[in-house]
């Protein structure tokens, strides 16, 4: 059993002993008190991940697994919602800030109505208290304190985030706060929110408001979002949506892709060390990772293809939205009855080839990785800069029929910066940080198709998991360094003739399709999908980013 003090409770984050309760008792009452809360039922500070599933469980907020696993319901919402995440438009964003449809601008007279209202409402609740960072380079730690309303929530900041040392916790001084509250709704008639729920971010007051919803992705991306304001504004490092693992020599590779493209797949190398699988920044000698876990997707997971994942679904992972086999407490990971977007969270040390700390050298190579159900880009193509630049502003993929209601066949998709809800700066912003960087440091960039060949899906196949891996082996080992090229008439990209492990034959694209004029046609078709997306960033590009865009 944890420790109860009445009215505040606290333990460490790092074992079972305990801190001096008296000091930590003054230093948390003055701290929340100076954020607004005056009082609290019950006040549970730096929790053991036993100690939080012990309390959901006593709570029947959540149930174990029969592996040992926290299995929780996050309620109405089973995902983020773009359209309720809002930045306080003031002096600090009202310039600096790309406001479009997931940008949303809110007053700041409605963050401080709001803020004393969650205020007010945990004053009689019981909370959860969390000092975590962000930023595994120290050069970029940011320190963030986290108040949850239930212990699930403050267990996946545990995972998430980067866990201080028991040392630092006495003089620790958040840079930012997260207050999420599930149970409280806005009203959006006077609140100026479009509904209940809400994820507000205030650059000025450094505070994240996220409330009436329970999806806890809502709080890492939350300070995803932040950091893609303050690294690249702020900091001149590239923060980017991506994995990272690193060779035994140094090399560091970074993967790009959407979902279903196979990014977490491909970075998880066992003969690599995984960096991290979702979130990094790239400054001048190091790529780190933001985040002290990992937040995977569960749906159809299996141990024969994701063993690191699977494995990691253990005693201190937190599984959301998951049903069980009747009559078991056994997952069962192909059931889509709550939602399709089921997800584990851990803490990195899960994984066991991950790097501690979760810091690389600077890239050697770049991975953009797609699943073109069209079956029009090439297999493996190397990029210039400049198409590295355009490809990566654009950032495509294309879904396939049935993955979505109404699709019925293949369906670009273009999220800028493979992660346009998290961008607070202008795409180009990003993306030319990503040119100086690619020329500064001399590094390959690279495309991968793990999409169809031989046709669109219905008529083509998908390329063979083992001939992309292949491919990814020989870019990183050099294999194609002195192979020969040719340029796609349309795309420009350069295709390899020849790829250790690879049959030669599919790396043209063409070729692979029984009708070659159909492919030219379909192959205009998608480039005509390139250029109309890109329509939106083109008067901020430069020349050689523009440049690149398809020829039709």
């Known amino acids: 059993m944890f420790l109860k003090q009445s009215p505040y409770t606290f333990t460490t984050s790092t074992n079972d002993c305990y801190m001096s309760v008296p000091t930590m008792l003054s230093l948390q009452k003055n701290a929340l008190i100076n954020l607004g809360i005056r009082s609290a039922e019950n006040v549970h500070y730096q929790l053991s991940p036993e100690a939080l599933t012990e309390q959901t469980v006593a709570r029947k907020e959540g149930v174990l697994s029969d592996t040992g696993a926290l299995v929780i319901n996050t309620g109405e919402f089973t995902g983020r919602s773009p359209k309720d995440k809002f930045i306080v438009k003031d002096d600090i964003s009202t310039e600096t800030v790309h406001w479009n449809d997931f940008n949303i601008p809110i007053e700041p007279k409605y963050f401080d109505r709001l803020y004393k209202k969650m205020l007010t409402h945990l004053e009689d609740k019981e909370i959860w208290v969390r000092d975590c960072y962000a930023c595994a380079d120290p050069a970029y730690r940011l320190n963030i304190r ?21 040392e630092e916790l006495e003089n620790f001084k958040p840079d930012w706060h997260i ?20 994820a507000i971010v205030n650059f000025t007051k450094k505070i994240i408001l996220i409330g009436g919803t329970g999806y806890t992705g809502e709080i890492k991306k939350g300070i995803f979002t932040i950091l893609n304001f303050i ?26 892709g959407l979902s279903g493209t196979g990014k977490t797949t491909l970075s998880a190398d066992p ?9 990094h920044g790239w400054a001048e000698n190091t790529v780190f990772n933001f985040e002290g876990g990992c937040y995977a997707k569960t749906i159809d997971l299996s141990e024969e293809k994701e063993p690191e994942i699977f494995h990691a679904i253990r005693p201190g992972a937190l599984v959301e939205n998951v049903t069980f086999f009747e009559g078991t407490n056994k997952i069962d990971f192909a059931s889509k009855k709550i939602t399709e977007n089921t997800r584990v969270s851990y803490p990195l040390h899960f994984i066991s080839n991950a790097l501690h700390p979760s ?49 019925t066949e293949p369906k670009a998709t273009f999220s800028a910066c493979f992660g346009a809800p998290f961008l607070p700066l202008h795409p180009i912003q990003y993306a030319e940080i990503l040119g100086k960087k690619i020329r500064e440091q001399k590094v390959n960039v690279w495309m991968i198709n793990t999409g169809w060949t031989g046709g669109a899906y219905g008529v083509g196949s998908r390329i063979n998991l083992d001939y992309t891996r292949a491919m990814i082996t020989a870019a990183l080992e050099g294999g194609l360094d002195n192979a020969e090229y040719e340029t796609h008439p349309i795309f420009g990209f350069m295709m390899p003739a020849s790829c250790p492990g690879v049959p030669a034959e599919i790396l043209n694209p063409r070729n692979t399709w029984a009708d070659k004029d159909q492919y030219d046609v379909k192959a205009k078709e998608l480039a005509k999908q390139f250029i109309k997306n890109f329509e939106k960033y083109a008067s901020g590009a430069s020349g050689e980013t523009a440049g690149a865009a398809p020829k039709v």
């Open 146 to 166: 986290v108040i949850n309303e239930n212990p699930w929530s403050n267990l996946f900041a545990y995972n998430m985030f980067l866990r201080p040392q028991e």
């Open 179 to 198: 207050i999420q509250a599930p149970s409280f709704n806005a009203d959006a008639a006077t609140d100026g929110t479009r509904q209940h729920n809400f």
């Open 231 to 256: 690294l690249p504004h702020e900091k001149n490092v590239l923060s980017m949506h991506c994995s990272a693992n690193m060779g035994d020599d140094g090399d560091t590779a970074i993967f790009f």
């Open 271 to 279: 003969q690599r060390h995984l960096i991290g699988d979702d979130e």
């Open 359 to 407: 810091i690389g050298k600077t890239p050697k190579n770049i991975f953009f990785l797609t699943a073109d159900a069209y079956g029009i880009l090439p297999p493996l193509s190397k990029l210039s800069t400049g198409h590295a630049m355009y490809q990566f502003v654009c950032g495509y993929t294309a879904k396939v029929a049935g993955t979505e209601a109404g699709v």
